[in-house]
């Protein structure tokens, strides 16, 4: 059975830094493309980033692209997500998806992705 399970999520000032973990369970890491999605109140979910499972090519939505890095650590089977330079329109609910089968092209679209953990809230206030 997969389980993906986050942590790191917390109150920052904005310009502050987060780092939010995603630990795997139940899947060959290194087969599993793995993302982080985003859902603020009243909002839909909205892709944040994204690696893939042969290459480690990497996707960004253009909101946090330079300021966020996702990473993994295949032996840790872990997914990193490193934010920087924090805005109040960050805040959210963070996911952290995973998928065995998907194509780099599909994987901005939270419905290519079979595996979702419980989330984890990031707050950016003054």
């Known amino acids: 059975q997969v389980q993906l399970v986050e942590s790191g999520g917390g109150l920052v000032q904005p310009g502050g830094s987060l780092t939010l973990s995603c630990a795997a369970s139940g899947v060959t890491f290194t087969r599993y493309a793995m993302a982080w999605f985003r859902q603020a109140p009243g909002k839909e979910r909205e892709f944040v980033a994204a690696?893939?499972?042969?290459?480690?090519?990497?996707l960004y939505a253009d909101s946090v692209k330079g300021r966020f890095t996702i990473s993994k650590d295949n032996a840790k089977k872990t997914v990193i997500l490193q934010m920087n330079s924090l805005k109040p329109e960050d805040t959210a609910v963070y996911y952290c998806?995973?998928?065995?089968?998907?194509?780099?092209?599909?994987?901005?679209?939270?419905?290519?992705?079979?595996?979702w953990g419980q989330g984890t809230q990031v707050t950016v206030s003054s």
């Open positions: 998806a995973a998928s065995g089968t998907i194509i780099l092209s599909q994987m901005r679209s939270h419905s290519g992705y079979a595996h």
């Open positions: 690696i893939s499972q042969r290459h480690g090519s990497t």
